[in-house]
């Protein structure tokens, strides 16, 4: 078989980076069960009309399909067509509706899965991904205070990582009700239309963004100004709501929309200072593209690693859950684990303090002694220590090789019999230091830091 050509987008890591994958995770997954997050995971398929609903996903979604029908009978009119799903939000949706009747609201879910994407790969943008996220989903109302608490709780889960390496990070925030009532405050009925062009600041600069307001939205240029303006407007503080409350007064466009999202984002502004000082931000830029999102809006970058994008994001939908006659609005927001992960490992921030699970590895002095070997190791597991037994009985000098070779920090000698029959003690050897003492396998233990790996911050 030829060596296999790799295929781009779909990252696999090496036993050392799935081991900061999983720390990652494992971190994720604590603090979200701190704040009553309950874990559930959905299938990976959901039928394509309803991942078409937003028909800017439509070039993005991985079509299944068998590579042959039965006889080659074509799909019947009850079987959809099925699409992976691009996020975890849209099946997030679908799951709440067919579950309303047995779970309780409000509803706290993080959900920790892979997703698939069909666009371009390039740094930390994958086509096959992890991500994680969280929800809180009301029935009928949902009060604004979950949009204050969810990216807090981001906040922190992101912060618990800052002892492995994670720079800091800073979540931006913005209230699409604020964007819209400006807009339409100075004329603009175009509300998505703005949005979109906005959403596209960061890549290609405020003066092609203005052509845009006027060439795709209908904007005078006084109108392009004026959402530009609005544009530039950050802080962490709530002179923010001061600062845009001025900047309307002055073109005439200050609504009640306006007013109430200035309201919501004051608060969660107010609050974030107290509960996470300098970590959010206000930035009146953020639009996010998915017009499913009415109210708060984040998006999340890492200090100095900002031209990576955005690495956790999401917002308030008020619309997404409904089964016509009910209504479940929510809030939540999305990491990109893989994201995340790919630039620890390629900027060095990170690593694993070995690439295997095993502290020990048992040494086997012949093939007839094996059991004696075994015995050693089952005795050393039923007490949490990791080991694996030596593939061979090779010279011991041999086999210490291999366990520096897989990293694994200590070498177990099982008690052999002297010339009298008497068998001695067993022996641990430390083959980085060249300690070795005797042991018991029924009370020897590794240090704490050497039982299991650890991700550490490198260098």
């Not at 799903?85 to 706290?108: C, K, Q, S």
């Not at 405020?206 to 959402?227: F, I, R």
């Not at 409904?322 to 790919?342: A, C, E, F, H």
């Not at 070498?411 to 010339?419: C, D, I, R, Y």
């Amino acid at each position: 078989m030829a060596k296999p050509t790799p295929l781009s987008g779909f990252p696999e890591w090496l036993p050392d980076g799935r081991i900061v994958e999983q720390h990652v995770l494992d971190t994720l997954r604590h603090t979200f069960e701190l704040h009553g997050f309950a874990g559930i995971e959905t299938r990976a398929v959901e039928p394509l009309d309803q991942l078409l609903r937003k028909g800017e996903t439509s070039k993005e979604v991985y079509v299944l399909s068998r590579l042959q029908e039965e006889d080659g009978a074509a799909r019947s009119g009850s079987e959809k067509q099925l699409g992976l799903h691009f996020d975890l939000t849209v099946p997030f949706a679908r799951y709440v509706l067919e579950n309303a009747g047995r779970i309780a609201f409000p509803f706290r879910r993080y959900q920790i899965q892979k997703v698939w994407r069909g666009e371009r790969p390039q740094d930390g943008r994958f086509r096959e991904f992890v991500q994680a996220d969280i929800d809180i989903v009301g029935a009928g109302e949902l009060p604004y205070h979950f949009e204050v608490e969810a990216p807090l709780v981001m906040a922190e889960a992101l912060g618990a990582l800052s002892e492995i390496g994670l720079p800091p990070v800073r979540i931006l925030v913005n209230n699409r009700r604020v964007a819209e009532g400006f807009y339409r405050g100075v004329g603009l009925d175009d509300v998505e239309g703005v949005l979109r062009q906005i959403d596209k600041l960061d890549k290609i600069g405020p003066g092609k963004v203005s052509e845009l307001l006027v060439t795709e939205c209908g904007a005078t240029d006084d109108q392009a100004k004026a959402c530009l303006a609005l544009a530039s407007i950050s802080g962490s503080d709530v002179g923010v709501i001061d600062e845009v409350r001025a900047l309307a007064e002055s073109y005439g466009a200050v609504t009640e929309l306006l007013e109430t999202g200035l309201a919501e984002l004051g608060a969660l502004i107010a609050a974030a200072a107290q509960r996470a000082p300098g970590v959010v931000v206000a930035d009146l830029k953020i639009a996010r593209g998915l017009d499913y999102y009415t109210g708060s809006v984040y998006e999340t970058v890492l200090v100095g690693h900002e031209q990576l994008g955005s690495v956790c994001s999401g917002g308030r939908y008020d619309t997404l859950a409904s089964d016509g006659k009910n209504t479940y609005p929510g809030v939540g927001l999305s990491i990109g684990v893989s994201r995340l992960v790919s630039r620890l490992l390629s900027a060095g921030l990170v690593e694993a303090t070995r690439s295997v699970p095993s502290a020990v590895l048992v040494a086997v002095a012949s093939e007839e002694e094996r059991a004696t070997s075994d015995a050693v190791a089952a005795a050393l597991r039923a007490r949490d220590i990791p080991v694996e037994v030596a593939p061979s009985a090779a010279r011991f000098g041999k086999q210490i090789k291999y366990a520096d070779r897989r990293g694994i920090p200590f070498v177990w000698f099982p008690g052999s019999a002297g010339e009298d029959g008497v068998v001695g003690a067993d022996q641990v050897k430390d083959i980085r230091s060249g300690d070795q003492v005797d042991a018991d396998a029924a009370t020897w233990a590794p240090p704490v830091e050497d039982r299991w790996p650890r991700v550490v911050p490198q260098g």
